[in-house]
Nanobody, 123 residues
Framework: QVQLVESGGGLVQAGGSLRLSCAASGRSFSAYTMGWFRQAPGKEREFVAG????????DYVDSVKGRFTISRDNIKNTVYLQMNSLKPEDTAVYYC????????????????WGQGTQVTVSS
């Protein structure tokens, strides 16, 4: 398994931008499918964005398409989430997660999780 540490969260006004990073340690980061998830108070954890091991397949939840961009650097063992045009409804704790295998982005299929980073968007 890999160990994951997120950073880059914070407080931003609506319309602003943040870039989240997720640094991985452990073996064979480049073999892992990576995902970003978020959980708002009182809500279930939801998929936000995912990227295949080589970066060739990328998916987003509809609510962030055109605003968020996921990318990865397999040399630096890091996955990023660039978030632009942020909205108050994007407020949540954001988690990165890793899995071996396919592109099913159900949270239950991911075996490694970071501790999360808080993103707060004020109106």
């Amino acid at each position: 398994q890999v160990q994951l540490v997120e950073s880059g969260g914070g407080l931003v006004q609506a319309g602003g931008s943040l870039r989240l990073s997720c640094a991985a340690s452990g073996r064979s980061f480049s073999a892992y499918t990576m995902g970003w998830f978020r959980q708002a108070p009182g809500k279930e954890r939801e998929f936000v964005a995912g990227i295949s091991w080589g970066g060739g397949t990328i998916d987003y939840v509809d609510s962030v398409k055109g605003r968020f961009t996921i990318s990865r650097d397999n040399i630096k063992n890091t996955v990023y989430l660039q978030m632009n045009s942020l909205k108050p409804e994007d407020t949540a704790v954001y988690y990165c997660a890793a899995k071996l295998g396919g592109l099913n982005y159900s949270p239950a299929t991911f075996g490694s999780w970071g501790q999360g980073t808080q993103v707060t968007v004020s109106s």
